[in-house]
């Protein structure tokens, strides 16, 4: 951010950030889960204080609350996350597992008791691109 602010100013990126973060994680694997929702309007939202006591889960924001309505003109927009939660993990199966627990715990209904999330990514599908 520093470098884009003095870029914008000055014209020059200054001092590069090589020595402030490393691309490569520390050796770890980031994750990010954004569940999206079909068109409706959501009832009861489960598991969302839950997902956020899951190890390796950093921080997970509730993108709309119950009564929120998601049309079919929203499709293919932000405005269809519903959830996001990001999280870090130290191996490809600790990450597997947590995942796996994060969509498993969170649900959002329509009053039928319905989910109204979309399949999210198998992570196991692809696995040999993540190692």
Known sequence: MEM?????ITGS???TIKDKAD??????YDWNISFLMKP?????????EEIKRIPG???AVIEHEVAAEIKPSDR???KQICCRVIGHSDTVD???DSVKKVTS?????DANGESLLLPVLDIDKYRETVV
Do not use: D, H, T, W
Request: no cysteine.
């Open 4 to 8: 884009l602010i003095r870029f914008a």
């Open 13 to 15: 990126e200054g001092e």
């Open 23 to 28: 691309p490569y994680l520390n050796g770890r």
């Open 40 to 48: 409706g309007i959501i009832a009861k939202i489960i598991g969302y």
């Open 57 to 59: 889960v950093i921080n």
């Open 76 to 78: 293919g927009l932000l």
């Open 94 to 96: 600790e990450m597997r």
């Open 105 to 109: 715990v969170y649900q959002v209904l």
